[in-house]
């Protein structure tokens, strides 16, 4: 693992580099899209990005930890988990990736 985490403000210089859309145009689509994803994950429909992967929303019900330094029984309320499947296709980039040695962004 590279250990290298890909910002908001990469994500828009590169809209800016492919695109041609100023920076601020550039900026306001990213976000246009985030918030468009983040719209619908929160009205519970799930977002399928073709030869990327999926975002969807689960319901976990109400269940019965354990604090691991005590060992201590505690209920775990019911609450939502946004789940990512990625595609084959992005399956396979990683892992080809991988294969070659090579973790970096082109």
Known sequence: ???RTITRAQLS???????GL?????????????????????EGEAVKISSFGSFSV???GE???RNPKTG????ILPRKVLVFR?????????????????GQHH
């Open 72 to 75: 201590e029984e505690v209920p």
């Open 58 to 60: 689960r319901q976990k």
């Open 22 to 42: 100023s920076r601020n145009e550039s900026a306001e689509l990213l976000e246009m899209v985030l918030d468009e994803i983040s719209t619908a994950l929160s």
């Open 1 to 3: 693992m590279s250990g």
């Open 86 to 102: 990625p595609s084959q296709l992005l399956k396979s980039q990683i892992n080809d990736s991988a294969k070659n040695g090579s």
């Open 63 to 65: 269940r019965i930890g």
């Open 13 to 19: 210089e590169r809209v800016y580099e492919e695109v």
